[in-house]
């Protein structure tokens, strides 16, 4: 049986599901509802989170503190990998492309993956 591209790409296109975020907590909050989400659609294999350090200077003026760039973000990863916990999903998070911290990120160009199991 011949497989259809086109058919495949569109079907796979109409399982993107995005979900738009305008603060941190609110990122938050979309992490919670992965996990609900991923316990409906049990084909979805891939989470990308894109950029995960929008918020950094937003919170920094909100809370009057500059946090290192490398905790406040590490902080959203775990938070992203406790929800994802029961999951095998494969995680992407863009990120500057110049940073890295913790070793956490191996980078291709400006687009970083970390494992969400170990």
């Known amino acids: 049986m011949a497989i259809n591209l086109n058919e495949e790409v569109e079907k796979s296109l109409c399982r993107i599901i995005i979900l738009k975020t305008f603060s941190k907590?609110?990122?938050?909050f979309n992490f919670s509802l992965v996990e609900k989400l991923l316990?409906?659609?049990s084909d979805v294999s891939l989470i990308v989170v894109d950029a995960?350090?929008?918020?950094?200077?937003?919170?920094?003026v909100?809370?009057?503190c500059i946090r290192k760039m490398d905790l406040y973000l590490k902080d959203?990863?775990?938070q992203l990998k406790i929800h994802l916990r029961n999951n095998q999903v494969a995680s992407i998070i863009v990120k500057p492309g110049d940073f890295d911290f913790f070793g956490l990120?191996?980078?291709f160009s400006s687009?970083?993956?970390?494992?969400?199991?170990?």
Do not use: C, R
């Not at 995960?52 to 920094?60: E, G, L, P, V």
């Open 25 to 28: 907590e609110q990122l938050q």
């Open 39 to 41: 316990f409906q659609m």
């Open 52 to 60: 995960i350090s929008t918020f950094y200077w937003q919170d920094a």
């Open 62 to 64: 909100k809370y009057k």
């Open 76 to 78: 959203l990863v775990e």
């Open 105 to 107: 990120f191996v980078n």
């Open 111 to 118: 687009v970083a993956t970390t494992p969400m199991f170990s």
